[in-house]
């Protein structure tokens, strides 16, 4: 991947896999991750977020399952063209992961309401 990182709370509501695949479908679909990009292979990508191989590649998986990725032998797991149904925008349910997975961890180091959608106003301007 080139230079996007992906983040998993360990603490957070939200399963490690479920914020693997929300953070990568979101970088694809917004276009971060362009097609034909190389993803980490499950066990780089497990062994830089301190994850077991299985949960990495569940979210894989379901990426694979919702037509993101694909994984051919020898080639790796890259991005796939987008389905046309996903071309106009990310997914609500996965903005709603993200939002989540921020929200709690903000509340985890001692933010409150407030300060999280400062966070979030902030961010959008940036």
């Known amino acids: 991947?080139?230079?996007?990182?992906?983040r998993v709370d360990t603490t957070s509501p939200v399963p490690p896999y479920e914020q693997i695949?929300?953070?990568?479908?979101?970088?694809?679909?917004?276009?971060?991750?362009?097609?034909?990009?190389?993803l980490p292979t499950v066990?780089?990508?497990?062994?830089?977020?301190?994850?077991?191989?299985?949960?990495?590649?569940r979210a894989y998986r379901e990426l694979e399952a919702a037509a993101l990725i694909r994984t051919r032998r020898?080639?790796?797991?890259?991005?796939?063209?987008?389905?046309?149904d996903l071309r106009q925008g990310p997914d609500p349910a996965?903005?709603?992961a993200l939002a989540q997975g921020f929200v709690?961890?903000?509340?985890?180091?001692?933010?409150?309401?407030?300060?999280?959608?400062?966070?979030?106003a902030e961010a959008l301007r940036e």
């Open 1 to 6: 991947m080139s230079g996007e990182a992906v």
């Open 21 to 38: 695949r929300a953070q990568l479908a979101g970088l694809i679909t917004a276009g971060r991750l362009p097609e034909g990009e190389r």
């Open 43 to 57: 066990r780089q990508l497990a062994s830089d977020l301190g994850l077991a191989p299985g949960t990495v590649a």
């Open 74 to 84: 020898g080639a790796g797991t890259r991005v796939a063209p987008l389905p046309a």
């Open 94 to 96: 996965e903005l709603a």
């Open 104 to 120: 709690a961890a903000a509340r985890a180091a001692g933010a409150g309401d407030a300060a999280v959608v400062a966070a979030v």
